[in-house]
């Protein structure tokens, strides 16, 4: 069974960073797309960064681009996102995924998400 670990949430202040990593097991992470959601509240849930598990390439969503990383682990079957510059409208659960899909289109599994929020 498999099973998408999220850790590194908390409550920060805006301009600060935070790594979110996300501790996969259950499945090989090396034919799997990497992927980071977000939903806050009232909103849908949206994708935010994806590294395809099949060229490496990188996609992020406009309101992070330039600010997030996203990274892979394959030695740990793991990966993480590194949160830079943040932001309160980036207050939200973060959701990690894994897709069987070269690019991130449908997610097969998901982490159960954690709270991320940013507060003055």
């Known amino acids: 069974q498999a099973q998408l670990v999220e850790s590194g949430g908390g409550l920060v202040q805006p301009g600060d960073s935070l790594r979110l990593s996300c501790a996969v097991s259950?499945?090989?992470?090396?034919?799997?797309?990497s992927a980071w959601y977000r939903q806050a509240p009232g909103n849908q849930r949206e994708l935010i960064a994806c590294k395809s598990y099949r060229d490496g390439k990188t996609v992020y969503s406009d309101s992070v681009k330039g600010r997030f990383t996203i990274s892979r682990d394959n030695a740990n079957n793991a990966f993480n996102l590194e949160m830079n510059s943040l932001r309160l409208e980036d207050t939200a659960v973060y959701f990690c995924a894994a897709d069987p899909y070269p690019r991130c289109t449908r997610p097969d599994y998901w982490g159960q998400g954690i709270q991320v929020t940013v507060s003055s």
């Open positions: 259950g499945l090989n992470l090396k034919v799997y797309t």
